[in-house]
């Protein structure tokens, strides 16, 4: 069969992504690894990946949604699975703390229409986004060399499939099944220590959604359960002010990086 791509209205899409029943965090979770993509040189893996987002979509007026949501993704030892604490520069051979990814919040706005591709018994939504916007590390001196470029520029390419029964059932709140496909091409993280060296990070991974808590890996159980139980839930509500992002962690967690603390940094469950 082949798919046709209907544009569908937003609430479709707070079905697939989070729900439509606001008192509910909905998780999804992925793996992968990432690699180096250098100049002249054979493709090197870096690093696997486990991580999870934890959202919520609040209803603003008809036809509109806040969504907000936390996120979390571990660096881990491609050979082990364990998660790295620090990390050998392959390049450089200095070792460096790792900073894992703790974005809280990440948030946006649900309305109009959405394009899928419907056929049959599967529904997908594609997304090719581009972030640009100037890198808050480059004009400040002491952190600029960790990242020295103006502006951070990436591709992250996503595509998520759901059952399409379930996406027209009016019964069902949330998607029962969801296959997540991400790819992304982005710069050399700050805590690398990579400075100008030519290059990107290609990451690939997949995911899925899941019922609750205790259907993640275990790995993000413990983490969530022991040292950042903020975790369990979506936020609240929609919060002003801009998404958290690793180069504005970097930046405001710069003293503990140095200091070589154990990220993400511990913090405590929303009251």
Known sequence: MVAQTQELDAQYWVKTRSSLDASQSTFLTWTGK???????????????ILGLSVSRCIPTEPGVWDFTSRELTYYLNPETDEILRQWENPWTGETVTVIHVANNPVQGCFKGK??????GESTTFVFDIFP???????ADPELSKY???????AAELFK?????????????KSVSQL??????IGQWLPWMNMSDRPGHLIYSAFGSKVSGLTELPQLLQDEIN???????KAPKAYT???????????QQNFPAYLAGETFPLPVGEEL
């Open 160 to 172: 998520l499939t759901v059952p399409t029964a379930d996406l027209f059932n009016p019964e069902l």
């Open 179 to 184: 296959r997540l496909s991400w790819d992304r």
């Open 132 to 138: 640009t916007y100037p890198n808050p590390l480059a």
């Open 114 to 119: 959405f394009p899928a591709q419907v056929e």
């Open 240 to 250: 002003e002010g801009e998404d958290m992002t690793s180069w504005l962690y970097f």
């Open 34 to 48: 990432i690699y180096a993509f250098t100049p002249g040189e054979k493709r090197k893996l870096l690093f696997k």
């Open 147 to 153: 990242s020295p470029y103006s502006i951070y520029q």
């Open 226 to 232: 022991h040292r950042v139980p903020l975790y369990k």
